[in-house]
Every structure is written in C-alpha cells, then in structure tokens.
C-alpha cells in the first residue's frame, strides 16, 4: 500500500517556469515531510523538510506548500533553471519514527 | 570527511549468488539504513539500524540479511541471490530520527 502518493511521474518546463510536485499522504501520524533531490548516477539529497505546525517553507528558490486538512504538500521550484533536472521525491515519517517512506519521485526537466 | 561510502559501486551476479554490499560512514550517526530503488517505485527501506548491535525489518526485508557490527559499518547480504533482486541499492546514515538523512553513492546490481 503506497501510504505516500506523488505526482506527476514527469514534468517538463521552460527555464524560469515555476515546476509543482504534489504529495498526498493517507497516515495523520506522519509529521516530518522532507523531500530529496537526485541527479543521474548519484544518491538522493535532502532539499528542504516541513513540520506540519507550518503552512509553508521557503528556501531559496524551493518552498513547500503544506495542507494538514487535505493531507498533501507540494513543492515548487521558483524561476527553474536547467540544472534543476533532476528526480525530486517526497517522503513522510512519524514522530520519533525511524523509517522514512517515500512518495514514487518525479523526473523534472527543465528546457532552455 | 567522505560522508558515506559504498562497496561495491557495480556488480553481476548469477542466481543463487551470495553477496555483501559494504556501507561506510565517517560523520558518527547512529541511524543507518539499506534502501533499494527501482523504476516507478521510489526508495524501498530493506533494513536500517538505529546503534551498533541493532538491526530492524523495513518495508522489504524478504531476502536480505544485515549486520551492524561497528558503528560506522552496515553491511547487507544477500544469500542467494535472485533475478527479482536486480536494483540500485542505497545506504544511508543520520544522526537521529526526522533528521537528514545522507545517501551513498549506490551499488547497482544485477542478477542474471
């Protein structure tokens, strides 16, 4: 059972568009949501994380956007740029939770 | 300081092969954890560890055994290998739970 759904599974934008990449989950215990960053070859980094006692999370020119009522979160990448292709995943775990389960990922493009 | 290592970075196997996949790490987390990835599926979580001594069952244990003999080491076993255990496999280390977690490079294996 996928308890972390993402989508879209891909996502091709112009440079300086604003990509978004939603996240549903189902378990109302969760409340740690990062989401990781992965290029080709290498192993997934972490990109920026919210708690759910925030609607929002802004760095640089990645914000998370979290809506506890609805159980998903988004994150959008402002003014993209080429070297933001990547694999972008989201994951949630529980308080004092070891294990961290993540969403399906999301191949971005972004074209000159 | 070279975070997370992992040994090693290609392998081939034939069914019924055993193997060890080596996992280092040099910043002295306590948490570490076997993940394996495949297409369309995100990041599966194999084992993890939460100390020296300790191993637990993640989502996908089925077919693999683990030690955590030292701090800084993880090691994953297979003992016969399988065709259905062709993946990119993942180590990560944190310094606790709901922190950042830090990837390795990967091992990609396959079995014939």
């Known amino acids: 059972q996928q308890q972390v759904k993402q989508s879209p599974q891909s996502l091709i934008v112009q440079k300086g568009g604003i990509p978004i990449i939603n996240c549903a989950y189902e378990n109302t215990a969760f409340d740690y949501f990062p989401w990781y960053q992965q290029f080709p070859g290498k192993g997934p980094a972490l990109l920026i994380a919210?708690?759910?006692?925030?609607s929002e999370k802004k760095e640089g020119r990645f914000t998370i956007s979290f809506n506890k009522s609805a159980k998903q979160f988004s994150l959008h990448i402002m003014d993209s740029q080429p070297g933001d292709s990547a694999t972008y995943f989201c994951a949630a775990s529980t308080g004092g939770g070891n294990k961290l389960t993540f969403g399906t990922g999301t191949q971005l493009k972004v074209e000159l | 300081n070279a975070g997370v290592t992992q040994t090693p970075k290609f392998r081939v196997l034939k069914t019924g092969q055993s193997m060890t996949l080596l996992c280092a790490q040099d910043?002295?987390?306590?948490?570490m954890y076997w993940y394996r990835q495949d297409p369309g599926m995100g990041l599966r979580l194999i084992h993890y560890s939460v100390g020296e001594g300790t191993t637990a069952k993640g989502e996908v244990p089925d077919g693999y055994n683990v030690s955590r003999l030292k701090k800084q080491n993880f090691l994953l076993g297979l003992e016969s290998a399988a065709p259905s255990q062709t993946s990119v496999y993942f180590c990560?280390?944190?310094?606790?739970?709901?922190?950042?977690?830090?990837f390795g490079p990967g091992t990609r294996l396959l079995v014939l």
């Open positions: 910043m002295n987390h306590e948490y």
């Open positions: 990560a280390s944190s310094l606790g739970t709901q922190t950042t977690q830090y």
């Open positions: 919210i708690r759910p006692d925030v």
